[in-house]
């Protein structure tokens, strides 16, 4: 089990920009989660999918926030034309499929707006 | 109102003190409950699952009482290293399969 893993860890660019975050998740977890971070909050959520179905999205916080998970495997984040306000820690969790399965989360990646 | 809601702290308590933090939930569909301990600038990590009738690991222990939509961590004998946020999490089915965070509750164990 080598855990969830996101890329890149940090993140620093200019509003207008777009910016790509990328998660792998355990290997045997079907559901990929994505949330974001501001200080002082909890996790955010923001969508998930079972295997490469997205089954919720309403929560993305814009248009020009997307997800996919093309294959079932890794996941991205795409945020186009970043604002200031999209500063934050973007976390991406796993779990197996099934009630009371809990959540595993990555390092997280942390964007920074200029 | 927020799905999950918790006092946020924060909480200063002396080594070997027991303290308890509270949590509301408001979506009675939710099924399953966990308790997240968040470290400064890093990711949530699971501290533990709550069940219906009250689990323990080690020093901790987790209480759900669903008539009253609310969850408990209590921690005895605190150590230094129990310094962190708790995040509290609801979480089901009939939620549309989401996770719900509460805000957090911060606590500092104090030499």
């Known amino acids: 089990d080598t855990g969830v893993s996101q890329d890149p860890r940090h993140k620093i660019t200019k509003r207008g920009q777009n910016v790509t975050f990328r998660c792998d998740p355990i290997?045997?977890?079907?559901?990929l989660y994505w949330y974001r971070q501001t200080l002082g909050q909890g996790p955010e959520f923001l969508t998930y999918?079972?295997?490469?179905?997205?089954?919720?999205k309403s929560r993305l916080l814009s248009d020009r926030f997307s997800a996919e998970r093309p294959k079932g495997s890794f996941s991205t984040l795409e945020i186009q034309r970043t604002e200031q306000g999209d500063s934050a820690m973007y976390l991406c969790?796993?779990?197996?499929?099934?009630?009371?399965?809990?959540?595993?989360f990555g390092d997280g990646t942390r964007l920074s707006i200029l | 109102r927020k799905e999950v809601e918790q006092d946020p702290g924060p909480f200063n308590v002396p080594e070997g003190a027991t303290v308890a933090f509270n949590c509301t939930y408001s979506n009675s569909a939710s099924q399953s409950f966990f308790w997240y301990r968040q470290d400064c600038r890093k990711e949530p990590k699971l501290l533990m699952s709550v069940y219906s009738s009250g689990n323990e690991d080690g020093r901790f222990t987790a209480q759900l009482n669903r008539a009253s939509q609310y969850i408990s961590l209590l921690i005895r004998d605190s150590k230094l290293s129990d310094s962190a946020t708790y995040l509290c999490?609801?979480?089901?089915?009939?939620?549309?399969?989401?996770?719900?965070f509460g805000t957090g509750t911060s606590l500092t164990v104090i030499p």
């Open positions: 290997s045997e977890h079907n559901r």
């Open positions: 969790a796993s779990s197996r499929w099934g009630g009371n399965q809990p959540q595993h």
């Open positions: 999490v609801a979480h089901g089915e009939g939620t549309g399969n989401q996770f719900y």
């Open positions: 999918f079972q295997n490469e179905a997205q089954l919720e």
